[in-house]
């Protein structure tokens, strides 16, 4: 696991605090909700609907940060924070929000499934 995606100690505590089995589950639907979540994002964008955009990126934040997925956590956070994103750069900010969470998923999948086999 890169260390950089998923951090260990949030992970494991989360692992110690719910249960390895019940992790699978959470990462399984944060896998299914967190796609719809950036679409909300960029549905957001196109509409110019701030206060959407701004939900959307504050649950992103919330669920990564949770599964210890710090970085996406603060590439969310930013967007939060920063408002509705109108620019080139705002657009590839959203793009590479989603290259991140591709990967935190990806990450996310492998470690639940390898603390308990």
Same mark, same amino acid.
């Given at each position: ?7 260990? +100690? ?5 692992? +110690?605090? @719910? ?6 589950? /959470? ?20 509409? @110019? ?6 939900? +959307? ?19 969310? $956070? ?13 657009? $590839?900010?959203?793009?590479?929000? @989603? @290259? ?7 990450? /996310? ?9």
């Amino acid at each position: 696991m890169n260390q950089t995606t998923i951090d260990p +100690a949030t992970f494991a505590e989360l692992q +110690a605090t @719910a249960g390895s089995d019940f992790v699978i589950d /959470l990462v399984d639907t944060f896998a299914e909700e967190a796609p719809q979540m950036l679409a909300e994002m960029r549905a957001a964008q196109a509409a @110019a609907a701030a206060e959407r955009f701004r939900r +959307a990126a504050h649950s992103l934040k919330s669920n990564g940060n949770t599964f210890g997925a710090l970085r996406l956590g603060e590439m969310a $956070r930013t967007l939060e924070l920063g408002g509705l994103p109108s620019s080139a750069e705002g657009f $590839r900010a959203v793009d590479a929000l @989603a @290259a991140e969470l591709e990967h935190a998923l990806s990450a /996310l999948k492998a470690l639940a499934r390898s603390r308990i086999e």
